[in-house]
């Protein structure tokens, strides 16, 4: 029985506009590299069609990030959850553009898909890049990184793998960083905030932020053994 789903949700369906563009896409190869949600573990090298590392990016927009990253990275498998179809006909989009083999998309909700679809030490690492801020005080609840979900991710990642979070919102960092830093199954890289590491591309977005002289945290966590 498929369960039913009693957290806040981090995100609110908004009825984007989907071009002519990314909705021939959607139609045309979300069935060869979409995977439909389901209340049953996911055999990942069957999803893929091999052995490789398995690298999860959870809410990943308009996908630039995640086709630049696996193009660069064609020995890794990405495993792309996003709730809104533009975004999602977007990155089929560069898919196709790019003939990335590499990635495969869950259009669903990224807790329920953890909880319900991924069989624990399965991946490789994580990358959860500019999640929604909810920066109004009454809607931080909102927010995906809370400890629940942290408690339940670390346990998808295999020994000495890793989480990726990068905010342009310092208030969102810090909470990240005590988040992460409290779960008692990761360790920090860094002593606080890490570098930006190669593999993460500078969006448009966060360039202009840049120079307007914005700030920008990534936290890079290690998944200790088990205690």
């Not at 021939?24 to 893929?48: E, H």
């Not at 086709?67 to 495993?79: F, G, N, S, V």
């Not at 329920?112 to 069989?119: G, I, K, S, Y």
């Not at 020994?159 to 969102?172: L, M």
């Amino acid at each position: 029985m498929e369960q039913r789903s009693t957290h806040i949700r981090s995100y609110v369906l908004r009825q984007g506009r989907v071009s002519n563009a990314q909705q021939r896409c959607y139609d045309s190869l979300m069935p060869q590299y979409g995977i439909p949600y389901s209340a049953q573990a996911l055999d990942l090298a069957t999803a893929f069609g091999r052995n490789a590392p398995k690298i999860l990016e959870i809410g990943f927009g308009m996908g630039e990030s995640t086709a630049t990253i696996a193009a660069a990275h064609p020995e890794t498998d990405y495993l792309a959850i996003e709730v809104h179809t533009p975004g999602v006909g977007s990155l089929l989009k560069q898919i196709e553009e790019k003939r990335l083999g590499n990635i495969r998309i869950i259009q669903h909700d990224a807790v329920e898909v953890l909880r319900d679809m991924l069989a624990d030490d399965v991946l490789d690492g994580a990358h959860i890049f500019f999640p929604d801020p909810w920066h109004k005080t009454r809607h931080n609840k909102r927010r995906l990184i809370q400890p629940p979900f942290v408690a339940q991710l670390v346990k998808k990642i295999k020994h000495g793998g890793y989480i990726h979070v990068a905010t342009d919102w310092q208030d969102y960092a810090e909470q990240v960083l005590a988040v992460l830093s409290a779960e008692p199954l990761l360790q920090n890289t860094a002593t606080s905030y890490a570098p930006r590491p190669d593999y993460r591309p500078l969006t448009k977005f966060e360039q202009r932020g840049l120079r307007l002289g914005h700030g920008v945290w990534d936290l890079v966590f290690i998944r200790k053994e088990n205690l």
